[in-house]
């Protein structure tokens, strides 16, 4: 049984990493779109929504127990956010303009 434990917490935690993504959009209705959820512009850029989560997750990683595999998960999601920053920043730079 000791096995099934360790691949349920592996379970576990692959399941709080997964986002869920929507396969396909619904039908619109006859009403059109104000049946469809209204789509709002964003106040903050990614990257400042980005670095506010990884602040965010460290924080809350802080208050938790030393080692344990909520505090790892946190600071893991706050790396991710971190290295998404840094993509975007990246792939976003002038020096990667396509050839002339």
């Not at 619904?26 to 059109?32: D, H, K, N, Q, T």
């Amino acid at each position: 049984m000791a096995g099934g434990s360790k691949f349920q917490n592996r379970t576990s935690d692959l399941v709080h990493q997964i986002e869920v993504i929507p396969l396909a959009f619904p039908r619109p209705s006859s009403a059109g779109r104000s049946a469809m959820a209204k789509r709002f512009q964003q106040i903050k850029t990614l990257t400042e929504r980005l670095g506010e989560f990884a602040q965010n997750a460290r924080d809350e990683a802080k208050r938790l127990e030393p080692g344990g595999p909520e505090r790892q998960a946190l600071l893991e999601k706050a790396r991710k956010a971190d290295a998404t920053s840094e993509l975007k920043a990246w792939v976003n730079s002038p020096g990667l303009q396509r050839p002339k």
